[in-house]
């Protein structure tokens, strides 16, 4: 089977050895839970030995959602942080992303909103939370050029200089985030959530991926190693 999200709002199973025929959708799933509203998808799911992990916003929080990826049952959910979806604010739903990653026991989660999440995997309950830097001022500008640049049909490199999109990565011990709100890297003990070290970054875009020992990121027209 495959899996997906429509317009960041519904998870599909499809089976490729019946030609796509869909198995099971999250709409469907939520009703059988007794959900009261349908979920907003914030990532791509994860798979794990548990089932399908994935962050989504309901019920006035960002929670970790874990699905049976045969049935689509959903499994539980485990709220982390409240925030306030409002169109008119500095920061609507819209605007929020989120990245998960998993060691097969516990899910680690950077939710968009200055917090890392930790979740045993088996029970379903937080291990921990955990805050990381985060540059406001900075923030709320670029999305404020960004939200211009929109309206006005510009495209192209907007300048920013703030990590593209959030990110996870598993090294050595360590879960590393990099998140659109914050210009730092952070490393956070995987066990407990303290934080080992940060390291701002004048020019970050993005975390390309991680060898065996280095972690490599892209700034502007340059591809970094460091020591993870």
Request: net charge neutral; aromatic share 6%; hydrophobic share 40%.
């Amino acid at each position: 089977m495959t899996y997906g999200a429509r317009a960041e709002r519904r998870y599909v199973a499809l089976d490729l050895a019946r030609d796509g025929a869909l198995v099971w959708s999250s709409d469907t799933a939520n009703r059988a839970s007794g959900a009261s509203a349908r979920p907003h998808f914030l990532c791509a799911p994860v798979f794990t030995p548990r089932g399908l992990a994935t962050l989504a916003y309901s019920e006035g929080a960002i929670a970790l959602v874990l699905y049976d990826q045969r049935a689509g049952r959903m499994v539980w959910r485990q709220p982390l942080v409240e925030i306030d979806d409002d169109p008119e604010s500095n920061r609507p739903l819209a605007e929020y992303g989120g990245a998960i990653a998993s060691d097969g026991h516990r899910v680690y989660c950077a939710t968009g909103a200055g917090v890392l999440a930790c979740v045993d995997l088996l029970r379903g309950e937080i291990a921990w939370l955990a805050r990381y830097p985060i540059d406001q001022e900075e923030y709320d500008s670029a999305r404020s050029q960004s939200r211009r640049r929109a309206l006005l049909g510009v495209v192209g490199d907007d300048r920013t200089t703030m990590w593209r999109r959030p990110r996870l990565c598993l090294a050595s011990g360590l879960v590393i985030v990099a998140s659109p709100e914050s210009r730092a890297l952070t490393a956070l003990d995987r066990l407990d959530g303290d934080r080992r070290w940060v390291q701002r970054r004048s020019d970050p875009l993005d975390v390309a991926g991680r060898t065996q020992e280095e972690l490599l990121v892209l700034a502007r027209g340059r591809l970094i190693a460091l020591d993870a």
